[in-house]
Structure formats: structure tokens, C-alpha cells
């Protein structure tokens, strides 16, 4: 795999790592799934690109709960983003299957991992790694709903994609600036399920699907 160095340690890092990761998807129709404030939007800025933004709430161009189906045809759109998002479905694997349904070309999905060092950290001191995970009084609205390992996150996707006639072309885990002047990116790589947060894969659907 490879180490992927994002270029701030913030949301905004994040889109432009991985949209300089793979140059070559970044055409046609985009679909970003959970986009939030519309981050990969901002990014994508000043490229021959048609974005859709869909989540749970406004603002957004779509208000669409992935649990319930995407409001989509077969092969709508050239690219499907979903980053962070599967994690929170009670149906992961038909969230997976979803996002591959509507997608033309390609996925790029993003999976966090749950057994990095801070996270370890967390759980040795007692410490709540999010208000995502946790037992709060009041019912949230979102939360995390697994808890896996990059090993794990790795194996699921290999044989959801096989079923959903798709194809890995790459995968990278991303370590942020700080880590990486600290010689995180030759760390990582030896130990990605210690030292990486984030898992990213890009997918293409296979010519027979």
C-alpha cells in the first residue's frame, strides 16, 4: 500500500491528498456521498467536473439516507466518493453495494482505523475517542456503528468488491504532516494498522458488471 502524506491535518488536507492520489477519475459526474459542508466541492474547484453533494440534511444538493438506497439509476455517475461514511450505516454491506450500483466508472472509498496508536492511546487511559462512539443519554443522531482494524477494513473490502463486480486498482492509507516530518511515511508502511487513521481505496467497475 501506499502512504499517502495529506498536505494540512484537516478536512481540507484530506480532499486535496486524495484528489492529487488519483488524477485521472476526476471527470464527468461526482458524486460524494455524506459530503457534509461540501469540503470535496471546494476542492474540486476550477475542474470540468458536474458535483452532486448528498447527506442526511441540508445543505446539500440532495437529502438522501444512503440506509434507505441511493435515488439513483444503475451507472449514473462517473465517480462515487464516499469517504467516511459506511462506518455509520447499520447496513454497511448495502451501503457498499449501493455506492458500486450507481457508479459508472469508479469508487473511492474511505474507512478509518480504529486500532492506530491514538485510538490505542484512548482506550488505555479511558478516554472517549469521539462523540461518535460512546453511550450518551439522549438517542444521537449519527454515530459510529463499527469498529474494525485497517487489516479488517482490507479483507471486507476485497470480497464486497468481488461480489459487486468490482475491481481494487489501489490502496493507500493517509498520515497527516506532522507525522510525516517525523518519518511517519517509512513508519507507516511497515506498520500501517498501528500508525495509519485512514484507510482509501480506488475502485472500477469491472467491464462485465
Known amino acids: 500500500m501506499r502512504v499517502l502524506i495529506a498536505p494540512s491535518g484537516d478536512e481540507t488536507g484530506k480532499f486535496c491528498a486524495i484528489l492529487s492520489a488519483f488524477p485521472e477519475v476526476w471527470h464527468g459526474s461526482i458524486l460524494d456521498v455524506g459530503c457534509r459542508s461540501g469540503g470535496l466541492r471546494q476542492a474540486l474547484a476550477g475542474r470540468n467536473v458536474s458535483y452532486i453533494g448528498l447527506d442526511l440534511a441540508s445543505p446539500t444538493d440532495i437529502v438522501a439516507n444512503l440506509e434507505e438506497g441511493l435515488p439513483f439509476h444503475n451507472k449514473t455517475c462517473h465517480v462515487v466518493v464516499a469517504l467516511d461514511v459506511l ?20 469508487v473511492i472509498l474511505g474507512l478509518p482505523n480504529l486500532y492506530h ?3 490505542r492511546a484512548a482506550f488505555l487511559l479511558g478516554r472517549q475517542l469521539s462523540g461518535k462512539y460512546g453511550l450518551p443519554p439522549e438517542p444521537p443522531l449519527d454515530r459510529h456503528r463499527w469498529f474494525f482494524s485497517l487489516p479488517e477494513a482490507r479483507e471486507s473490502v476485497k470480497a464486497l468488491a468481488e461480489k459487486e463486480s468490482m475491481q481494487i486498482l489501489e490502496e493507500i492509507v493517509l498520515i497527516g504532516p506532522r507525522l510525516a516530518k517525523l518519518g511517519g511515511a517509512w513508519a507507516t508502511a511497515r506498520l500501517p494498522n498501528l500508525l495509519a487513521h485512514f484507510y482509501i481505496v480506488l475502485l472500477k467497475k469491472s467491464s462485465i458488471a
Not at 450505516?89 to 455506492?99: D, M, N, T, V, Y
Open 87 to 106: 462506518e455509520h450505516l447499520e447496513h454497511f454491506h448495502f451501503g457498499f453495494a449501493e455506492i458500486c450500483r450507481v457508479t459508472s466508472q469508479y
Open 117 to 119: 496508536v491514538t485510538a
